[in-house]
């Protein structure tokens, strides 16, 4: 079977997120898209959100859509969240399955950066599909990296969770930015300082 997983910190998922993993399964005739999010991620910031409820936004993300899954490995492994470490453990339990690891445009110039890149790329392949303001350039990568990723174009979705946590953060809406169920988890739980909808 050829599996994408979707790693990312979902701080909270967002339908860039959601474009990306279904672009990537379009594209590339994934079978299953496995939504992993990161305990700690390895090149930014941590997450505000527990891995507890991060799990809980992408669950209400996927849930209508039979390709979409999710992996809570790096949340109950902890530390912070090598991808080697996981593509070993996929290896080790999936050998006859295919890995391909969806990543926006913007991280493909880093992926030399990335922990045992090396092994990493015999391992699994990388699908990286386009964002606003990355173009998709594989020239600057060493020909075993380069000869390892795959190249999707998606419609610009200019959006992070950065900018949502803060226009959450100052009253602004997020609707729409969210998948429904999303949105409608953060305002039950009153997360990122959205306010509960009034009664009336
Ligand atoms: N709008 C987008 N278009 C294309 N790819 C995206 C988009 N948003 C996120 N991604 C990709 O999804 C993966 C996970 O992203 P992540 O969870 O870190 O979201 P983010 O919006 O970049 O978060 P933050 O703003 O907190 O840094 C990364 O590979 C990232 O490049
Ligand atoms: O293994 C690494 O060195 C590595 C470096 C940067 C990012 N990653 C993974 O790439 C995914 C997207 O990362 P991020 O920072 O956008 O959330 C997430 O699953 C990270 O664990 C992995």
Do not use: C
């Amino acid at each position: 079977m050829k599996v994408g997983i979707m790693g990312g910190t979902f701080d909270p998922i967002h339908i860039g997120h959601m474009l990306v993993a279904e672009t990537a399964r379009d594209a590339f005739g994934l079978e299953q898209v496995w939504f992993m999010p990161s305990h700690i991620p390895p090149h930014k910031h941590a997450a505000g959100a527990s891995g507890e409820t991060r799990l809980a936004l992408v669950s209400e993300a996927i849930r209508d859509n039979e390709s979409f899954r999710i992996l809570d490995w790096e949340i109950v492994r902890g530390g912070i969240s090598y991808t080697i470490e996981t593509a070993r453990m996929l290896n080790e339990r999936y050998p006859s399955d295919d890995f391909y690891f969806i990543i926006g445009a913007d991280m493909v110039q880093y992926l030399p950066k990335w922990k045992d890149i090396g092994e990493l790329v015999r391992r699994l392949t990388f699908i990286g599909v386009g964002r606003p303001g990355n173009s998709l350039n594989l020239g600057t990568l060493s020909v075993n990296i380069a000869e390892k990723v795959l190249l999707a174009d998606m419609p610009m979705v200019d959006i992070s969770s950065t900018m949502i946590r803060e226009r959450a953060a100052s009253g602004k809406s997020i609707r729409y930015m969210v998948p429904d169920a999303v949105y409608d988890y953060v305002q039950r739980s009153e997360l990122y300082g959205v306010q509960p909808r009034s009664a009336n």
